[in-house]
Nanobody, 127 residues
Framework: QVQLVESGGGLVQTGGSLRLSCAAS????????MGWFRQAPGKEREFVAA????????YYADPLKGRFTISRDNAKNTIYLRMNSLKPEDTAVYYC????????????????????WGQGTQVTVSS
């Protein structure tokens, strides 16, 4: 079992930045591929980014490349999502997720590939 707790969300103006954190319980954190997803009001949850077990590889949704950066610190059982140049359309609840699957990150964009989910943190970007 892995428990995930996100933090760092809030209200930010257009063009601002935020860093989300996701703290994981358990001693096997480094055995999980980790991902970030988001769900905007009235929309389906969508993939944001994923990071490999030791953090050497990352993968992003194409529209977010260059603005968002995923990273992890296995010593702290934590992953991060740095979000820059935020836009109102980035407003959403952001979720972190953990997957025990050992697959290429490009195949880790679907919700069903993840086994554990956090409760989400709200990010609101004002115009």
């Amino acid at each position: 079992q892995v428990q995930l707790v996100e933090s760092g969300g809030g209200l930010v103006q257009t063009g601002g930045s935020l860093r989300l954190s996701c703290a994981a319980s358990g001693r096997t954190f480094s055995s999980y591929v980790m991902g970030w997803f988001r769900q905007a009001p009235g929309k389906e949850r969508e993939f944001v980014a994923a990071i490999s077990r030791v953090g050497l590889s990352t993968y992003y949704a194409d529209p977010l490349k260059g603005r968002f950066t995923i990273s992890r610190d296995n010593a702290k059982n934590t992953i991060y999502l740095r979000m820059n140049s935020l836009k109102p359309e980035d407003t959403a609840v952001y979720y972190c997720a953990a997957s025990a699957a050992n697959r290429a990150l490009v195949t880790m964009v679907g919700e069903r590939t993840y086994d554990y989910w956090g409760q989400g943190t709200q990010v609101t970007v004002s115009s």
